[in-house]
């Protein structure tokens, strides 16, 4: 099984700002089949980043993933009021499709 | 559009069973695989289990084997996932997910919550 360890745990940050998430797998992904979720309070997980890089449908292009294998980033270019809410990683190119722990993204 | 109605909300006893509902629309239902993923209150998302609406075949985390069971009905382009001997520790908000391979999981279903109390 594939274990995702998210980092940092909480981040606290201001409208405007720049935010960096991390997504560490224990093992290489395959295919960087690796997706990024933000899922605010009382809501669905919403699928931003598909294929490690690749923007979902809709989603503002402040969001953006790169990485491979092991080690993937989600970046917001200019933090909104909208996007506190916490951020998922997982992996879906081997079951079980797991998923990392999440980042709480607050504001500061 | 694409979407995905689940089934409301249930309160169960602790060692029966339960079984959400998740029709689909919108697409042509045998050719995206469904999968079914969990999220206890305040605690992150769990996967729980695959299933292939064309030929019926399944693949369950290892956590649920034995307990869970995937089914659909494509008259009604509904899958179902069954869950027995519920305990407390089941309480939580239950997904649908549809895979698009390389696009992961898009769309969700609203979530369907099962509370497991005496």
Not at chain 1, 15 to 37: D, F, K
Not at chain 2, 4 to 9: I, W
Request: net charge neutral; hydrophobic share 30%.
């Amino acid at each position: 099984e594939i274990v995702l360890t998210q980092s940092p745990g909480t981040l606290s940050l201001s409208p405007g700002e720049r935010a960096t998430l991390s997504c560490r797998a224990s093992q290489s992904v395959s295919s960087n089949y690796l997706a990024w979720y933000q899922q605010k309070p009382g809501q669905t997980p919403r699928l931003l980043i598909y294929a490690a890089s690749s923007r979902a449908t809709g989603i503002p292009d402040r969001f953006s993933g790169s990485g491979s294998a092991t080690d993937f980033t989600l970046t917001i270019s200019r933090l909104e009021p909208e996007d506190f809410a916490v951020y998922y990683c997982q992996q879906y190119g081997s079951s079980p499709y797991t998923f990392g722990q999440g980042t709480a993204l607050e504001i500061k | 559009q694409v979407q995905l109605v689940q089934s409301g909300a249930e309160v169960k006893k602790p060692g029966a069973s339960v079984k959400v509902s998740c029709k689909a629309s919108g697409y042509t239902f045998t050719s995206y695989y469904m999968h079914w993923l969990r999220q206890a209150p305040g605690q992150g998302l769990e996967w729980m289990g695959i299933f292939n609406p064309s030929g019926g075949g399944t693949s369950y985390a290892q956590k649920f084997q034995g307990r869970v069971t995937m089914t659909r009905d494509t008259s009604t382009t509904t899958v179902y996932m069954e869950l027995n001997s519920l305990r407390s520790e089941d309480t939580a908000m239950y997904y649908c997910a549809r895979e698009a391979r390389e696009l992961g999981f898009d769309p969700w279903g609203q979530g369907t919550l099962v509370t497991v109390s005496s």
